[in-house]
């Protein structure tokens, strides 16, 4: 009897850890929470992979996106500062601490950061960009206008820089050059909705209702 039992209780158990997702099934998991914009979710299932995997580094990387997407810029620096100890001189974990380090409000500490991988990678579009919101939040629009075109110079379809774009042209009063930004973003972009927002805002200042 006591055979049965201990088989019993033995197979319960494997069955039981062969039926539990695996870290990567649950990383996937927490990564289309976070893609979902469910930061919290994402957080809770990314720590729950650690308790039992500390050294997944990968993990540190999407908590501290998560933790900068929710504005705790503190957790978020923790996190990672402890992604860089295991992939040192990654293009984007060190972009990220820039971004992370401007909601710290340490801007000089970015700055020199992102200089210092466009030193390496001259056409890094993350380093750029943080330097243009640099300019941009130091009252520096020209600058940062120069710092846009670069980009798209790089990438002539960047969303984000064709957005950046239509806005700095349209508080300068230039419609004609506002327009032709959107109009570029929303054919490269149609379907996507902050593009279709940013859009119909601009129209709107303008007192349009139509993209000409």
Known sequence: M?????????????????????????YNEAYAMQAQGDYYSAIEQY????????SYNLIYERLAECFYALE????????VL?????????????ALKGFILMGLNKMQEARVLFNTILSVRPNDIEAKFGLAEIEIAEGRITIA??????????????????LAMA????????????????????????????T??????INALQEKYEVS
């Open 196 to 201: 279709s927002y940013f859009a119909a805002y």
């Open 167 to 194: 806005i700095i042209e349209h508080q300068e009063n230039n419609s004609k050059e506002a327009n032709k930004y959107i109009k570029t973003a929303l054919k490269a972009h149609g379907n996507d909705e902050v």
């Open 2 to 26: 006591k055979k049965i039992y201990s088989f019993a209780i033995a197979f319960i158990c494997y069955s039981y850890l062969f039926a539990l997702p695996s870290p990567q099934a649950m």
């Open 72 to 79: 705790e810029y503190d957790q978020a620096y923790d996190f």
């Open 145 to 162: 206008s120069k710092i846009y075109k670069e980009i798209l110079a790089i990438r002539p379809e960047n969303k984000k820089a064709l």
């Open 82 to 94: 402890k992604a860089q100890s295991y992939k040192q001189s990654d293009a984007k974990i060190e």
């Open 47 to 54: 720590q729950m992979i650690l308790k039992d995997n500390k």
